[in-house]
């Protein structure tokens, strides 16, 4: 897609095969090209939607797509769906594996379970020299843990060849938590929450951390910011988070934009 506005933003993170865009997908999209969204990345959570967002990448300019299971579903895979990942991951359209991660919060597949496939993903996403999309809730611990020996040694064998190994998507950690992830080689991306009334703590976590290694997502159709609380969030509110990373920052939103973009 091609800015209208001269802004060049990307939604690193969106579910655009969620049943809530069905009537106004195309629609959906034009709104977040006239707000400066050039490229919005829409993000598998089980094997049928990492489907979906490969298909939606391919039929739409500007959408990229990752793969990869969700902590929530790794209960029901079965045996090959590593297979199927690696296969559809081949796609060009293909950015990234994820969204992985652990949720020990609805805690929805047992912890052992989701350890054991967040592994399994990061080895495919080491093989295919992918960057992973990383989602943690209540599981910092054993987050940063898992990460920390799998880039540990991935820097170790082959660190010449490596771009940056992921993200960490709706950052919900500290400032060390964030240092480390950086030290690592990934980004921290932030989402909707940023613009609450009550995140000063996040706002101020924000105000501390290098803008070159944030990105901008907005996790829709879930975490709306202000002002749309309550609606349906979609890739044009993106502009909104990245409004209040500028304000808190001192920074135009162009200055923002292009560097989260870069």
Known sequence: MKSETGLTLVDTH???????????RGEVLERA???????????????ESSRQALALAREHEGVKACVGVHPHEAGKVDPGFLSELEELSQAPEVVGIGEIGLDYYRDRSPRATQREVFKQQLELAA???KPVVVHDREAHSDVMSTIREWATGLVTADEDSRGPLGVMHCFSGDQRMAEELFKLGFYVSLAGPVTYAKADRLQALVGRLPLERLMVETDCPFLPPVPYRGQRNEPAHVRLVAEKIAEIKGLSLAEVASVTTA
């Open 14 to 24: 969106a579910h655009l095969d969620f049943s809530q865009f069905d009537a106004d």
């Open 127 to 129: 093989r295919l020299n």
């Open 33 to 47: 090209n006239h707000s400066g969204v050039t490229q919005v990345v829409t993000v598998g959570y089980d094997l």
